[in-house]
């Protein structure tokens, strides 16, 4: 019997952030937050289930994976495990066309794939909500790349941290794009920020406060198809989440981001309709309407530092792909499935 799978995901940018868990089991975020799934950057990820295992194995980008990003992918498959009721250790085999692990939201698209691969190769028939709750366990974001579209995570006191669609990715005809800073890694992973965050900084109650009613007005604009007050709100929510984060010595952006933060604002002093946002790295990503995406992709471009634009688009739910044949040995998914 076939025990493999391969899944695609999209990593989602929070235009309102969550930072923050909520006390407790099951890794809810402290706040709600809303995304959008991006299209052009993807994660394929293949597990296949083989008695023959002696443990879990997890090969990222090529490289075979010990140490955390392996216990993180083996609790996700322990739970799929327990639920499909097999004991076969799993070769998982990723690859992102993006980098990884620097404020991507590489680990969104990772475990959204990861949950869904390993779901459907256990054959557990669960539906997008279902794959998508396994997935926030792993990271929280995950959660909502398993929509696509603009997708809504409830976060605070007494929330489940469920994803739900908001609109589809053709509700807002906006681009998305990514300044690459940096090739390399981040050196704060977003748990250990946010737990620091969270013990540190003296603005996290105002941040408490906050982030629920930005959520709230963004929620309301982008169910208006009001672009522009849903893109000032998603900057105001990513300065503030970066402020206090800040107070806590837990600092993300590099002078590229600040560079590139300016010329977002030059840009819109000139005129156009250019918003930033940051994540938990030093990636800036410009939100901007699909008409002034050209003009804005040039001028970024040219920000000293900026490596390269990545222009990016609402997309899709992370969904299952062709598989070859499952011919009991190891492969490589980037080289055989994509
Ligand atoms: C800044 O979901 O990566 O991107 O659950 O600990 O893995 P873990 O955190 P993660 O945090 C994302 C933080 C953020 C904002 C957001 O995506 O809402």
């Known amino acids: 019997m076939s025990r493999v799978a391969t899944a695609i995901a999209h990593p989602n940018i929070a235009l309102a952030k969550y930072w923050g868990k909520r006390e407790g089991e099951g890794n809810v975020p402290a706040v709600p937050s809303l995304s959008v799934t991006l299209a052009g950057m993807t994660t394929t990820t293949t597990v296949r289930f083989d008695a023959s295992l002696a443990s879990d194995e997890l090969v990222l980008g090529g490289q075979k994976q010990v140490g955390r990003p392996l216990e993180r992918a083996s609790a996700l498959l322990d739970t799929v495990r327990a639920h499909a009721k097999i004991d076969a250790r799993a070769h998982v085999v990723s690859h992102n066309d993006f980098p990884t692990a620097s404020g991507l939201a590489s680990s969104a698209s990772g475990f959204a794939a990861l949950a869904l691969a390993a779901c459907r190769a256990a054959s557990l028939d669960w539906d997008a909500a279902r794959v998508s709750q396994l997935a926030r366990a792993s990271s929280a974001s995950a959660a909502r790349s398993l929509f696509g579209g603009f997708v809504a995570l409830d976060g605070g006191d007494g929330a489940l941290g469920v994803a739900s669609p908001v609109v589809g990715p053709e509700a807002l ?5 990514v300044c690459v800073a940096t090739e390399r890694a981040k050196t704060t992973s977003s748990t250990d920020g946010m737990l620091f965050t969270q013990r540190e900084s003296p ?7 906050e982030a ?12 208006e198809g009001d672009v522009r007050a849903a893109f000032e709100l998603a900057e105001k929510s990513a300065l503030a989440m970066h402020a206090c984060a800040m107070a806590a010595g837990v600092i993300y952006v590099s002078g590229v981001t600040l560079a590139a933060l300016s010329e977002v604002r030059a840009m819109r002093a000139d005129g156009l309709v250019t918003y930033a946002t940051m994540d938990a790295g030093p990636h800036l990503k410009c939100l901007v309407p699909t008409s002034h995406a050209d003009v804005a992709k ?3 471009a040219r920000v000293p530092g900026v490596l390269r634009v990545l222009e990016t688009r609402p997309g899709d739910a992370a969904r299952i792909v062709e598989t070859p044949s499952d011919t009991g040995r190891a492969f490589d998914a980037s080289a055989e499935v994509r």
């Open 298 to 300: 040039e001028r970024l």
């Open 173 to 177: 005809d906006v681009r998305v794009l």
């Open 212 to 223: 629920p009613r930005t959520f709230a007005r963004l929620k309301s604009a982008i169910l």
């Open 203 to 209: 603005y996290y109650r105002a941040w408490l406060d």
